[in-house]
């Protein structure tokens, strides 16, 4: 019943979105969306949120079959990737083609519309979290460009994201190079992706780089209230996202590829879990940022030019590793049911609205499950069940600055306590914990919402596999 619904919307909207004239011609813009969350949206109401948003582009992260199913005639390009611990897999050309044509050639021919395959993800970061570079992507590149060839799909262009951390640290563009322990897989890769016409590929992440770098956080923003801004030559760059641009185009440049295209496959502000991290920061940053690129000015290394990019990300995602901090898991526009959190307008008009909201969820009751704060309680079992229940659940909004955490201990055991109920699909054995009490009363506070699940979760199935990061 409801993939026809979906397929209402489709025909209904297809026709406005695409002559309609409100989408600018010429650079494109795309979001990222990813399932590493223990409620999801299901494909069918994805599909309907971007088609009601006006969203042509899209990165999936786990395209199994069911998903793909969705986006068959839908006209919005995908992006899938090949993730690390599928590849690691592989020993043989077969196994990549007959994922090829599975996924891509067979649902080539349903309709789906396919821009791009990603093979790795961000292989030479410096990231703890990837203990260990992986050494396979130019050899798997290879041969996912074979398989796509055998199958007559030179359109779609493989290519891998790389993180800014690929480049050195430096105070001018002009500096721009990439670091030397990597320089020589790096060259090879654009000399890989250059003879096939694919793009480069780059993350960023602002809120990470402008406190890693030192800067004064409103240099990330597009309004030019920042008193800081960096001199260059003939170039003042005055917000963070031109400064790390053109610091990337000078190091291509230097190697010969001061030409080549450049993707932003990753870009957004979170809404919690640090410091600088809420919603009206992600939405001054991202209605900034659209405003900045449907104006169409480029770079002062590149003026006057097109900008692709890919907003992160549609919603927000409980599981993610968070190696960069816990504001990873805060990156979606959307809550997790479905519900927008702050105005933006994907169409690039500057509308002050919010996205559309999700259409077929359903809220669980209003229960929630908490901690009696009584002090008869062993304090160690209580401490322990807290920390399990942290650990089993998601306890990112206790970051530094995040919107739990000015939370009393009674308050932050509640919260954990009532996070593995949720995730649990409100199971009563979940709420087995010292001191837990179910509740209708709800225990938010006016900084911290304690929420409640949807229930329209729905399995990842025969994906690529749940390995990934921000």
């Not at 395959?117 to 410096?126: A, D, I, L, S």
């Not at 790390?244 to 030409?259: H, I, Q, W």
């Not at 087995?432 to 911290?448: V, W, Y």
Request: aromatic content about 12%.
């Amino acid at each position: 019943m409801y993939r026809k619904i979906s397929s209402l919307w489709i025909s209904l909207l297809m026709p406005l979105i695409l002559f309609g004239g409100e989408i600018h011609v010429g650079a494109y813009l795309g979001i990222s969306w990813g399932r590493m969350a223990t409620q999801k949206l299901v494909p069918s109401m994805i599909v309907d949120l971007l088609l009601q948003n006006g969203i042509s582009e899209l990165r999936l992260f786990q395209p199994s079959f069911h998903v793909l199913d969705a986006f068959a005639d839908t006209n919005i390009g995908l992006i899938v990737t090949l993730q690390e611990n599928y590849l690691k897999n592989v020993v043989e050309q077969k196994q990549l083609d007959d994922y090829i044509h599975e996924r891509i050639k067979v649902y080539s021919e349903k309709g789906v519309k396919f821009r791009y395959v990603y093979v790795g993800n961000e292989p030479f970061t410096k990231s703890l979290y990837m203990k260990k570079q992986f050494n396979g992507t130019i050899h798997y590149l290879n041969m996912t460009r074979d398989a796509l060839d055998k199958f007559n799909l030179p359109d779609i262009k493989a290519t891998t994201p790389h993180f800014t951390d690929v480049l050195t640290n430096v105070t001018k563009p002009s500096e721009g190079d990439f670091r030397e322990d990597i320089k020589g897989k790096m060259l090879e890769f654009l000399d890989c992706i250059n003879r096939t016409g694919a793009p480069f590929v780059i993350h960023m992440f602002p809120i990470y780089t402008v406190y890693t770098y030192g800067f004064d956080v409103d240099f990330a923003f597009f309004n030019n209230k920042s008193k800081f801004k960096i001199v260059d030559g003939n170039n003042t760059y005055t917000n963070l996202f031109t400064f790390m641009y053109d610091t990337l185009v000078s190091a291509l440049a230097k190697e010969g590829y001061g030409d080549m295209e450049i993707i932003v496959g990753q870009i957004g502000w979170p809404t919690d879990g640090y410091v600088s991290a809420s919603e009206k920061n992600a939405e001054k940053f991202n209605r900034g940022l659209l405003q900045y690129i449907a104006r169409k000015e480029g770079t002062p290394l590149r003026p006057n030019k097109d900008i692709n990019m890919y907003l992160l990300s549609l919603t927000d995602e409980n599981l993610v590793v968070t190696d960069y901090g816990p504001y990873q898991r805060h990156w979606g526009v959307y809550k997790h049911d479905g519900v927008p959190k702050y105005k933006i307008d994907f169409t690039l008009q500057n509308r002050d609205v919010k996205p559309s909201v999700a259409k077929g969820t359903v809220r669980m009751p209003n229960r929630w499950c908490v901690f009696d704060g009584k002090t008869d309680h062993n304090e160690s079992l209580v401490l322990q069940d807290y920390e399990f229940a942290c650990a089993k659940s998601d306890c990112s909004a206790f970051g530094a600055g995040a919107t739990c955490d000015n939370l009393s201990f009674t308050e932050k055991v509640s919260y954990a306590y009532n996070m593995l109920y949720q995730i649990s699909n409100q199971d009563l054995r979940k709420c087995n914990l010292s001191g837990a009490t179910i509740t209708t009363n709800n225990p938010s506070t006016p900084d911290c919402d304690f929420p409640i699940e949807i229930l329209t979760a729905e399995v990842v199935d025969g994906g690529t596999g749940l390995t990934r990061r921000y």
